[in-house]
T-cell receptor, first 112, second 113 residues
Framework: AQRVTQPEKLLSVFKGAPVELKCNYSYSGSPELFWYVQYSRQRLQLLLRHISRESIKGFTADLNKGETSFHLKKPFAQEEDSAMYYCALGFAGGTSYGKLTFGQGTILTVHP | KAGVTQTPRYLIKTRGQQVTLSCSPISGHRSVSWYQQTPGQGLQFLFEYFSETQRNKGNFPGRFSGRQFSNSRSEMNVSTLELGDSALYLC????????????FGEGSRLTVL
């Protein structure tokens, strides 16, 4: 069975500090990994996906299949990064576009 | 483009009743998925529809059902409501360009008394 674990429920950093939100997954097939973000009073939205290998709002995430991890990193956190972050696992090669397994989420607070 | 629209936004029901929630996807998106969000269980996949057919189903009892119409709008129904069904129900649509690219609605907050 597939599972996504985000070990930190809360993470606090100061503005300008590096931030890393951890995500580990378990899945026997070929994974598709995503980070979703929910800012205060906004909808849940896609932040980035491993397959595109892009940097969004300064965030990057590398899929490490050996360690089954997909940690989200940003070198210099900003106050506007404060939000709830969800790691999610999708399924490559199938007929599903909308089926994701989400982690429990990490609330990131960036202090001024 | 207008975003995913869910109605109603809030509703209160009593145990044993049934409820129907509606979702209008982004124009052109044919895949619609439903999720249940609770403080204890987090975000859990309910089901996915495209081309008016249920394509995937999560691990929920048969009281949870859904359907999709020819214009891609979707409804989900929960019958014989239980207290544990109190949750935020999120709908998401997908352009089907790849797995996992979802656009979420604001959700329907269901309270069961």
């Amino acid at each position: 069975a597939q599972r996504v674990t985000q070990p930190e429920k809360l993470l606090s950093v100061f503005k300008g500090a590096p931030v890393e939100l951890k995500c580990n997954y378990s899945y026997s097939g070929s994974p598709e990994l995503f980070w979703y973000v929910q800012y205060s009073r906004q909808r849940l939205q896609l932040l980035l996906r491993h397959i595109s290998r892009e940097s969004i709002k300064g965030f990057t995430a590398d899929l490490n299949k050996g360690e089954t991890s997909f940690h989200l990193k940003k070198p210099f956190a900003q106050e506007e990064d404060s939000a709830m972050y969800y790691c999610a696992l999708g399924f490559a090669g199938g007929t599903s576009y909308g089926k994701l397994t989400f982690g429990q989420g990490t609330i990131l607070t960036v202090h001024p | 483009k207008a975003g995913v629209t869910q109605t109603p936004r809030y509703l209160i029901k009593t145990r044993g009743q049934q409820v129907t929630l509606s979702c209008s996807p982004i124009s052109g998106h044919r895949s619609v998925s439903w999720y249940q969000q609770t403080p204890g269980q987090g975000l859990q996949f309910l089901f996915e529809y495209f081309s008016e057919t249920q394509r995937n189903k999560g691990n929920f009892p048969g009281r949870f059902s859904g359907r999709q119409f020819s214009n891609s709008r979707s409804e989900m129904n929960v019958s014989t409501l239980e207290l544990g069904d109190s949750a935020l129900y999120l709908c998401a649509s997908s352009p089907m360009t790849g797995p996992g690219e979802l656009f979420f609605g604001e959700g329907s907050r269901l309270t069961v008394l």
